[in-house]
Structures are given as structure tokens and as C-alpha cells.
């Protein structure tokens, strides 16, 4: 079992900035991959960054070039800093944790960007 608190969700303007992060319960090593999804009202879960054990990042093309994902190992925590902010962005951030045969999931902050 696993536990992912999310945090640092919160209401900003288009153009700023907002970091999120995941401290997750047990070594974060034992996981393949760690990422970031985003549901927004009426829509589908999506994909937003993730990082896998050997620190390859993938990103969503329409966050690309403006989030960035990281992790601190020491402190089992996994960010998502997120810059240029714009309303299309608005929406439940969770923190996802991948084993093997497991998937786990935090609660969700909600991030709201206003225009």
C-alpha cells in the first residue's frame, strides 16, 4: 500500500505560476514511474508529466515547454511546477504512483487559473 498527499493547488491569474506537490508514503524507488494527470469538468483524466525510475520524463504536448516535473528523493516527494498558467489549465490535479501489479492515486488539488 501507498499513500500520495497532494498540496500547493490553489487560484492564480493567467500567466502565473502555481508548484504542486506529492509526498508519497515508502520509498519512492520502489516505484516505476510517478506522473501527474488533470481532470477538468466534463473531461477525461489526461496525462500531464511523468517520470519513471530511471528519471525519463515524458509531458503533454499542451503543457510542454511550460511544466516541469521532479523529484526529491530524500524527501519522497514528487513536484510538478507549473509556469504560464492559462485557464485551459483549470482543473483537479492528481499524483499517480505506478508498481508492477499497483496503481495508486492521491486525493486531487484543484487548480483554478483565471483569465
Known amino acids: 500500500q501507498a499513500q500520495l498527499v497532494e498540496s500547493g493547488g490553489g487560484l492564480v491569474q493567467a500567466g502565473g505560476s502555481l508548484r504542486l506537490s506529492c509526498a508519497v508514503s515508502?520509498?519512492?524507488?520502489?516505484?516505476?514511474?510517478m506522473g501527474w494527470y488533470r481532470q477538468a469538468p466534463g473531461k477525461q483524466r489526461e496525462l500531464v508529466a511523468r517520470i519513471n525510475s530511471l528519471g525519463r520524463i515524458t509531458y503533454a504536448e499542451s503543457v510542454s515547454g511550460r511544466f516541469t516535473i521532479s523529484r526529491d528523493n530524500a524527501k519522497n516527494t514528487v513536484y510538478l511546477q507549473m509556469y504560464s498558467l492559462k485557464p485551459e489549465d483549470t482543473a483537479v490535479y492528481y499524483c499517480?504512483?505506478?508498481?508492477?501489479?499497483?496503481?495508486?492515486w492521491g486525493q486531487g488539488t484543484q487548480v483554478t487559473v483565471s483569465s
Open positions: 515508502g520509498d519512492i524507488f520502489s516505484f516505476s514511474a
Open positions: 499517480n504512483a505506478q508498481r508492477i501489479s499497483d496503481v495508486y
